[in-house]
């Protein structure tokens, strides 16, 4: 469900010596870039980037970064890292810039699988030389770490669901609600960071019967801050992960005026994955649609390139 898929009868050879031409004219030809960088699926963008390094004897991560510049720049950058190097350098530069982004901690975490997390934590130490987790750990704090380091552990349980312990946990969530100590604040994201989805989505619903009220609503009542946002995300992308970019990158769009690292990272991450889905959740919440609200914030190139990772329906244009 992604809107950039491979590239039929795909020739690295030929794109790396257009974007060399592109790169290495009097001026960047940016449309040039565009036009191959976000039409090509990541393991293409990699073949074209050996290819152009055998051509040129050149870094074209190097050349993008030289010549580009802005957000633009962090589009066209961005497309060149495998999803997993792209991950860790999302989370290294949230945890080691002038500040924490800790929005920035939360999507990446508690939407990745198992596997994801795994590939994350390696490419973070290959690239960084230095450990995911206790990065985490030395740059948070309280609760919100503790749920962070469970979440980097990447030990959900996968695929199993045993419906005579949904009401146990949905009790135990309950009472971590009513009760906000330390140890169910524990048991809370114990269970949100442990679980197998199947469960989950038992535990939620019988959480609902057991109380009267919407699991993220009782969340959004008892606790607050980072910690709160964090289990809020790890409940909506358990339920639909789609619906729970869609809402990122309208908050993004619209309540921060224009929040370009998120919506970067948010169409890069997902092009290949569920950014049909994303697109289609938007559309459905907010009337508008993805394409449109993108176009009216963004502009030049920049703009460009983000729709052209975004695709859109004809309607959109």
């Not at 997390?117 to 990065?135: G, P, S, V």
Request: aromatic share 10%; charged share 25%.
């Amino acid at each position: 469900q992604g809107t950039i898929l491979p590239t039929p009868n795909f020739n690295p050879i030929m794109d790396a010596q257009l974007l060399g031409g592109a790169l290495h004219g009097i001026s960047c030809e940016k449309d040039v870039l565009i036009d191959i960088l976000t039409q090509r699926c990541n393991s293409q963008r990699l073949m074209i980037a050996e290819a152009y390094r055998d051509m040129y004897s050149r870094d074209l991560i190097t050349d993008l970064k030289e010549n580009l510049s802005h957000h633009f720049k962090e589009v066209m950058v961005g497309l060149m890292y495998p999803p997993a190097s792209y991950d860790a350098h999302e989370l290294w530069h949230a945890l080691k810039g002038v500040d924490i982004e800790e929005k920035c901690l939360i999507d990446i975490l508690a939407s990745r699988s198992n596997m994801e997390i795994f590939q994350m934590k390696e490419a973070y130490l290959m690239q960084y030389n230095t450990d995911l987790q206790q990065d985490i750990d030395s740059e948070t704090s309280g609760h919100f770490r503790d749920t962070l380091m469970n979440l980097a552990q990447g030990t959900r349980m996968e695929g199993y669901a045993d419906p005579s312990t949904a009401a146990q946990d949905a009790m135990i969530l309950w009472e971590a609600c009513q009760r906000k100590t330390g140890e169910h604040k524990n048991m809370l994201q114990m269970i949100l960071c442990n679980r197998s989805h199947q469960q989950l989505w038992m535990v939620f619903q019988e959480f609902q019967n057991i109380s009267g009220q919407d699991i993220v609503d009782a969340i959004n009542e008892c606790y607050d801050g980072y910690f709160q946002e964090l289990l809020v995300a790890i409940v909506l992308c358990i339920r639909d992960k789609p619906s729970y970019f869609a809402y990122r990158l309208y908050n993004a769009i619209h309540d921060f005026g224009f929040h370009n690292k998120t919506v970067i990272r948010i169409l890069i991450a997902r092009s290949e994955i569920d950014l049909m889905n994303i697109r289609q959740r938007y559309k459905e919440r907010y009337g508008k649609s993805l394409f449109h609200d993108i176009k009216h914030f963004a502009s030049g190139h920049y703009e460009s390139a983000l729709l052209a990772i975004c695709a859109g329906d004809t309607e959109d244009y």
